[in-house]
């Protein structure tokens, strides 16, 4: 059960790369470096924003209908809560190191200041690992502001190989759920969070995913998704991509949805509290800074790629 | 994984009876009841102090092994923190019902005032359901005072039938992980705990049993032990004994080894965080008692008999 994968299955900032992955690899600008995968002409055109994250160039059908839905659908539903334009500089919205092995994509999108939306993120990471292979981590998480109680919205989806997926779905709590049994009885046990992720659990590929990180078991919610997906019999990729098509998807589509209910349904929340929720808050950005992207992004992209990374994620997250 | 047994898993006033029990079933003192498990000598001797509990005479010799070496060890280390007699009155030192079908066992001894132990807690339950079939929930548990912030020992093995167990065994935390990291750090990451969670997931009849229960899903700690033991193939009665024997026993007593490091090193709280901690702590019993207790003994036993056992147990919880 517990897996002895580096990964720690968080936000994308907060996923360790493989510890394979050489030390070498060094940045570079992505504009000015030949990519396997980027076309000359994607290069030289200004990029538009948010549209090299939705490209998705490294994944399979499967997840980039889910990852484009599933941010498409986010965005639609808040976009009157959110300011139009990215808050992500063209040379962070896209950025490799100096081999082009390791790419990145990254779009935010910060709420109107009348809105309770702090931030919403998508992204992906393609690092190709020494032993030839590759694996792809994508992202979308909605952060919202201490003026409301209600959780964070969070999917990652990890694809360590073409047979080999881990999930992570959940809408994080923002308080202990032992101290407060309302908030529980309020954003677990009376949402039909439990029924999706008993759902998902039905698929025989899926096993329960324990992270390496201590810390990380407690950011998890009680009904919060944290599975391996693995197929390793014949036609193992396709079983893969129907899991995603039918179940992944549809799953993390409801679970977004019974999120979005709760936020539009959220209360502002009195100055007290929001100071609570503020202190906590700050917490979990900063130690996911701390933690991983600090020490991993350098690692993978470089340093000068990942300070400029680092500077647009810790402006956003304030931290 | 997540199963369908309405059995809570915890401890053991919080521990739900099957659905099936028989409503039917009525009270009767103890001692005016003729048992199939006690001599009539029994019977009409007073009853020592802990000598009923010790008997556990409804038990395998592992199940039995583990219990009276773990409660015996526990009560030698802390004997000199604790008040030399139990709490429970004999009629609740050993109860059953009407029909002497389910019995149940309890042994509370509180800590001196001078210490940091609010009580230490054993049980034993019977329970006979209509199939014929029984099971047998054994219990452990120290509660500190809210003038330590060290976590609450709880351990709980449940035999639903010779060859299923329930396993629960813990160091429960008193804070939010999140928002006190140093608590996290102290209590678990620097602990050895995780790898001795991870020695009995090596045992392959082991799986994580997931509770039906979102909250007590936050009670856990993240290296708490909370999982199944099935032999289903032929010598499975053997094999659940040799695991209690050779896995189960071991790991509980390494588990209350470094509990107790931890108690024995605990610093005394300020006047703040004591009234923080009495807080969270009476949430927790409150819940218990509400959740589980109110309901499910008075099913069990009827209401009189129900009566006085919760009597004693609101007395030592202060609920």
């Known amino acids: 059960m517990a897996m002895s994968s580096p990964l720690w299955v968080a936000p994308p900032f907060l ?26 002409s ?39 809560h959110l300011l139009a334009s990215s808050v992500v500089p063209p040379d962070v919205e896209f950025y490799q190191n100096d081999q082009g092995t390791s790419q990145g994509s990254l779009h935010i999108r910060r709420g109107l200041p009348s809105s309770h939306i702090d931030f919403v993120l998508a992204s992906w990471l393609h690092l190709k690992v020494p032993t030839g292979s590759a694996m792809n981590i994508t992202n979308l998480q909605a952060y919202l502001k201490s003026s409301t109680d209600v959780p964070h919205f969070q999917f990652e989806l990890v694809q360590c ?9 959940d809408i994080t709590p923002r308080k202990d759920l032992v101290l407060y ?29 324990l992270s390496s990180s ?63 929720l503020e202190k906590r808050d700050l917490l979990v950005k900063t130690r996911a800074i701390e933690m991983d992207l600090s020490s991993s992004l350098p690692l993978q992209f470089g340093q000068e790629v990942a300070n400029r990374v680092l500077s647009v994620i810790k402006g956003v997250l304030g931290v």
Chains 1, 2 share one sequence.
Not at 25 to 37: E, L, V
């Open 15 to 40: 996923s360790r790369p493989s510890s394979n992955i050489s030390r070498s690899i060094t940045y570079k600008r992505c504009r000015s470096s030949a990519s396997n995968f980027f076309s000359q």
């Open 42 to 80: 994607d290069m030289e055109q200004p990029l538009m924003k948010g549209q090299k994250l939705m490209e998705f160039p490294h994944l399979t059908a499967a997840h980039k209908d889910l990852m484009v839905s599933l941010i498409s659908a986010l965005e639609t539903r808040l976009d009157s």
């Open 161 to 169: 190989s073409p047979t080999y997926f881990i999930l992570f779905l």
């Open 181 to 209: 049994p309302n908030y529980l009885k309020t954003f677990y046990e009376e949402a039909q969070l439990e029924t999706l992720r008993q759902r998902l659990e039905q698929v025989p590929e899926t096993k329960p995913y």
């Open 214 to 276: 201590l810390y990380f078991r407690g950011v998890v919610s009680p009904t919060g998704i944290l599975v391996s997906i693995k197929c390793e019999e014949v036609g193992g990729t396709d079983r893969c991509e129907e899991i995603i098509r039918e179940h992944v998807s549809p799953i993390a589509h409801d679970v977004m949805v019974i999120w979005l209910e709760k936020y539009f349904s959220g209360a502002t929340v009195g100055v007290t509290e929001r100071a609570e």
